[in-house]
């Protein structure tokens, strides 16, 4: 038992990351073999970013960590 009592805030919320892919644009078409470059903004109003991660479903493409985020997807 800690003397003085630690004191752990009740009722405070971890707000989730905001990210929005920037490119390419939503429904943009490729043709293969074709190499498309995903960017991202990341921000989390109570906290850091400390990397993006990339996917294509579950597949993890690849992760970047720093700003701007930015994947080379071949």
Do not use: C, K, Q, R
């Amino acid at each position: 038992i800690s003397s003085p009592a630690d004191d752990f805030p009740i009722g405070e919320n971890n707000l989730n990351p905001i990210v929005s892919i920037t490119a390419p644009a939503n429904n943009a078409t490729f043709t293969a073999p074709a190499g498309i470059t995903i960017t991202a903004n990341a921000s989390d109003a109570d906290g850091s970013v400390s990397s993006v991660a990339f996917y294509n479903g579950t597949t993890l493409l690849g992760t970047d960590a720093s700003a701007p985020y930015a994947f080379n997807w071949i």
